[in-house]
Structure formats: structure tokens, C-alpha cells
């Protein structure tokens, strides 16, 4: 019998885990299984590998016979809101050959959020809103990892808690396996949380500290009204194993572990209810290199065992090039470029993607591109430039790019960028430093997947 007070069960754990199958097929339909380790993963990979969405064209061009390919002198769209030719979101849902397919996971479409910017307490400079996304499309299919990178500020953030609605959209919408769930309101949108999941920077923000790992571990379940006290317990000591965390630590309170471990449970936290689709907001910056190469590779092993899909944010493109199979490019609210991660790594189409890679990355999560020049700033999220907002900043910048907004251009099947000349600038590389990442960040890269080689063969043993 139920304890007083307790919610009524809507179903137990046990019809619960009946319901998703330990094997149940983790890849989305045309996403293709992981066998390889993500440094032969990127090797191997073509560069256009139908990455996400079911049916995406298999690219047999180079982006530069792409671009050789395209009629020149294409009709810009009228000034304001440009006439979209696609979006990156819509290159997702787009089938060229119209075959009927799953939708994507998680649509996001037109997305936008305006915030009220707060007075200074001895001035009125900031007061205003801040624009801190605008048109926002972007598709995640189930079992992909898709990056959002960009600099501090530029709104990664509020993007995933838009796409987890805990924040409403000024604009746009959020389709979640195929169902627009804009609007939903929080009964309804009840039983879809227990498929949305977050893991946070900084888990010693986002874990009770008065409550011990069991009841942590417990409360969303108790929340859902899933399973029994005994197949609740059973739950918690289960996802304890899954983080590589032992039963005992149930008994224990979050400042009685390390950094590591703490993420460890911020992540069993997320994975308690068996998501489809985790969003993890920067979940290994404010960690030690080496504790980070852990987590990430706990991160992969979880994505390749349950079928997870990440949206992953991170400022560290050894991180990306790791775990990513698409990057999305955020700069000051705007999608910049969108592409395979192999392929944005080889050839970033737009100029702010590669001033990006050519970036210094300092160790803090909230770095800036390291460049001294006044107009390399990033300007105000309250005033973002007209036209294209990397105008400002931009080597390429001409009228155009001030007045204008980029329409989408499609350098390579599933490779997006909102530039006006992303067809006419110099190829990556002929005029500076290039497609490599900074000797820092390489050398995390190998460590990252040096510790996945030495996970692989120990396993394999
Ligand atoms: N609750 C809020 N109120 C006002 N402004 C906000 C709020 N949340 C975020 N912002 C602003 O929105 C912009 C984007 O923020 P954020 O999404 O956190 O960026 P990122 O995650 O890329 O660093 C920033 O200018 C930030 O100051
Ligand atoms: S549209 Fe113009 S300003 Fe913007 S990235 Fe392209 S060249 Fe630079
Ligand atoms: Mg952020």
C-alpha cells in the first residue's frame, strides 16, 4: 500500500523499463552505429555523412565544386527579415526524396526570445531588451550529438531552456517527436519532461545539498509517480552503476564528493527517467582536463548503451570535434553555420566560425576570442548590429552585410551558413592560419581519445 500523501502511481518502474528495452535501437533511423572511436570516427568519416536526419543526401562534392556548381548573383532577400532559401532546420526535415520518415526528435523553428534588460543600479545603460535569440532552426535526431558552440553571451543557454520550455518563446516554435509544444502548458508537457533532460555546468548548483543521493536520485521519480519504494530503490542503485558510481555512495550528500563525481550525479540525475534527449550546458568546463576526458567518455558510453541524444554545448572545440557529429555556430542570438563536424572543422564557411577556430581558447568557461582590436568586441546583445550581426567584426564585411540579413546558403548537403559571400570568400586557410585546433586544445583532443582507446582495448579484454 501506498504511503499517505504519496502520489498516486501512474504506472511502476518495472512497465516502465518494459516499455523502453535495455536494447532498444539507440540510433535514429539513418544514423549510423558507432563502432569506432571518435579519432577514427572523424578519420573515417565521409565528408558528408548523413549525420542526423534520415534520408539527408549523401554529399559526393567537395563544398568548393559546390560552390562552383551554384548560378552566381542569386537575388538577396529584401532588407529585414530575409527570405530564407533553407534553414538548417529545414535541411533536416527537408527528404529530398520525399520518403515518409520519423521526424526529428527535437525541431526547433524560428525561435526567438527577447529578455527586459535591468537598469544599473546608478545608471539606465543596459536598460532595454536584450536579444538574446532570434530565428533560431535547428534539428536533432534521436541518438545524434549536436554541438551549439559560440562565445559567452551568445546564447546557447537560453536556446536549451527554450528548447526544454523552462522559459517561454517570444517567437518561434519547438516540436518535439513531431508535436508542437509550444504552448503546452505544464500538465501537459508533464509526462514529455521525463524525455528532456539537462545536465548543468556546475552540479553542485542544480543538487539539493541537504538531500543525501538517494532522495536526489529519487525525487524525480517520486515527482513522475514512477515505480514502487523497492523498483525506485532498484532504480537509483541502477543509474548509480550506469555513472560508474558504487551503491553505497546513495547514503552520501553532494559536498561529500569531488567535482567529477558530482557531475557523475548530475548526470544519473538526468538519466533517472530514461530520456531520449539530453541537453548538457557546458558539463565539463568548470572540470580538470583529466577528469573531463572521464565524463565525456561516461557521456559517449551512456549515448552508445540507452540511445541518447545530446545537444551539446560547449566553448571547447576539442570537446566538439570529440563528441559532435554536427556543429550549429551561435553568435550574438544568430545561427552563423551549421555542418558534419568533420566538415565545419575542414572547411568553416562563415567568418566568424573561423575566427572562432583560430581562437586561443583561455581556461575559463566564459572566454572571449582573444583579440585585442576594439572592433573585434562583441557588441551589446540590447543594440545587435543590422543586417548580419557579425558585420562588426567581419574582414569580409561590404553594404550588403550592414544592411541585409544572410539568407541560408548550402555549401555542401547539410552544411548551412548565413553569409552573403560564403561563396566568394577565400578558401579556409589561404590567408592565415588554419584548420587546426590550437596546440592546447589538440592536445586535449588526444588525451580525450587516448583515454577512449585505453577504455576500448581494457574492454574488449
Ligand atoms: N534572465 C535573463 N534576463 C536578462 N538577460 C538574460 C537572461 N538570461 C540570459 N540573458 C542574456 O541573454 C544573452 C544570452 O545569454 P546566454 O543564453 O546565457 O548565453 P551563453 O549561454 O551563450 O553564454 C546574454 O546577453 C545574457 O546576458
Ligand atoms: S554576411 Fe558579410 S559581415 Fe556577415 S559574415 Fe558574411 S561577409 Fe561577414
Ligand atoms: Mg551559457
Not at 520550455?165 to 509526462?191: E, K, N, V, Y
Request: hydrophobic fraction near 35%; glycine fraction near 8%.
Amino acid at each position: 500500500m501506498s504511503a499517505p500523501g504519496r502520489p498516486k502511481r501512474e504506472s511502476s518502474l518495472g512497465e516502465e523499463v518494459a516499455k523502453r528495452p535495455e536494447g532498444r535501437p539507440f540510433s535514429a533511423p539513418g544514423r549510423p552505429k558507432r563502432e569506432s572511436s571518435p579519432g577514427e570516427e572523424v578519420a573515417k568519416r565521409p565528408e558528408g555523412r548523413p549525420f542526423s536526419a534520415p534520408g539527408r543526401p549523401k554529399r559526393e562534392s567537395s563544398p568548393g565544386e559546390e560552390v562552383a556548381k551554384r548560378p552566381e548573383g542569386r537575388p538577396f532577400s529584401a532588407p529585414g527579415r530575409p527570405k530564407r532559401e533553407s534553414s538548417p532546420g529545414e535541411e533536416v526535415a527537408k527528404r529530398p526524396e520525399g520518403r515518409h520518415v520519423a521526424p526529428p526528435l527535437l525541431e526547433l523553428e524560428g525561435l526567438g526570445k527577447t529578455f527586459q534588460a535591468h537598469r544599473g543600479l546608478f545608471s539606465n545603460r543596459g536598460a532595454g531588451r536584450v536579444f538574446a535569440v532570434d530565428d533560431v532552426s535547428l534539428a536533432l535526431a534521436g541518438g545524434e550529438t549536436l554541438a551549439l558552440v559560440g562565445e559567452s553571451g551568445s546564447g546557447k543557454s537560453t536556446v536549451a531552456r527554450l528548447a526544454l520550455r523552462l522559459l517561454p518563446a517570444t517567437a518561434g516554435t519547438i516540436r518535439f517527436r513531431g508535436q508542437d509544444i509550444t504552448h503546452w502548458s505544464d500538465s501537459r508537457l508533464r509526462p514529455l519532461r521525463r524525455s528532456m533532460q539537462m545536465v548543468f555546468q556546475d552540479p553542485f548548483a542544480s543538487l539539493n545539498p541537504r538531500m543525501n543521493v538517494r532522495q536526489i536520485l529519487e525525487e524525480p521519480l517520486i515527482v513522475h509517480r514512477l515505480g514502487s519504494t523497492a523498483e525506485r530503490a532498484e532504480r537509483v542503485t541502477e543509474v548509480l552503476r550506469q555513472v560508474n558510481l558504487a551503491p553505497h555512495h546513495a547514503t552520501r550528500y553532494p559536498h561529500e564528493f569531488s567535482g567529477g563525481q558530482r557531475q557523475r550525479l548530475g548526470i544519473a540525475r538526468a538519466l533517472v527517467l530514461r530520456p531520449d534527449l539530453v541537453i548538457c550546458d557546458e558539463p565539463v568546463s568548470a572540470l580538470d582536463v583529466s577528469i573531463q576526458a572521464q565524463i565525456i567518455n561516461l557521456l559517449q558510453d551512456l549515448q552508445r548503451q540507452l540511445g541518447l541524444a545530446y545537444l551539446f554545448i560547449a566553448h571547447d572545440l576539442a570537446v566538439v570535434k570529440h563528441m559532435a557529429d554536427r556543429v550549429a555556430v551561435m553568435y550574438l542570438g544568430r545561427l552563423m553555420e551549421v555542418a558534419p563536424t568533420a566538415q565545419l572543422f575542414a572547411h568553416p564557411g562563415h567568418p566568424y566560425t573561423r575566427m572562432l577556430l583560430q581562437a586561443i581558447p583561455r581556461p575559463d568557461p566564459g572566454y572571449h576570442i582573444a583579440r585585442q582590436d576594439t572592433a573585434s568586441e562583441l557588441p551589446s546583445p540590447t543594440a545587435p548590429p543590422p543586417g548580419c550581426r557579425f558585420h562588426t567584426r567581419c574582414p569580409h564585411a561590404t553594404e550588403i552585410c550592414r544592411e541585409q540579413i544572410p539568407a541560408w546558403q548550402e555549401l555542401a548537403p547539410g552544411h548551412t551558413v548565413a553569409c552573403h559571400h560564403a561563396r566568394n570568400l577565400p578558401p579556409y586557410g589561404s590567408s592565415g592560419p588554419t584548420a587546426t585546433l590550437p596546440p592546447v586544445a589538440e592536445q586535449r583532443l588526444r588525451l580525450y581519445r587516448q583515454r577512449q582507446q585505453e577504455r576500448s582495448t581494457a574492454s574488449a579484454d
